[in-house]
């Protein structure tokens, strides 16, 4: 993660831009990853669902457990950036 930048001025307005400025482009990642992974877990129709259910039923959960700690992994290096 990026080094969190430090204020001199007790500036409460001052600090909350600078946090928001720091956060702004790791928080703007994460969104548009969440995004295309919206498609998996909210399906656009109710085939779909059901579709996707049966999927997530039926997988191994060995899969399953691979696919989600490398989403956790994505995630972090997203982070890092």
């Not at 482009?25 to 909210?42: D, E, H, N």
């Not at 129709?45 to 959960?61: C, E, G, H, T, V």
Request: hydrophobic residues 50%; glycine residues 2%.
């Amino acid at each position: 993660m990026p080094k969190k930048p430090q204020l001199s001025a007790p500036d409460l307005p001052a600090a909350l831009a600078v946090h928001e400025q720091w956060l702004r482009p790791i928080l703007a990642r994460l969104q548009a990853r969440s995004r295309k992974l919206a498609a998996v877990f909210i399906p656009q129709s109710n085939f779909a669902f059901k579709l996707r259910n049966i999927i997530m039923r039926n997988m191994p959960k060995r899969l399953l457990g691979w696919y989600f700690s490398g989403a956790i992994k994505a995630e972090m290096k997203l982070l890092e950036k």
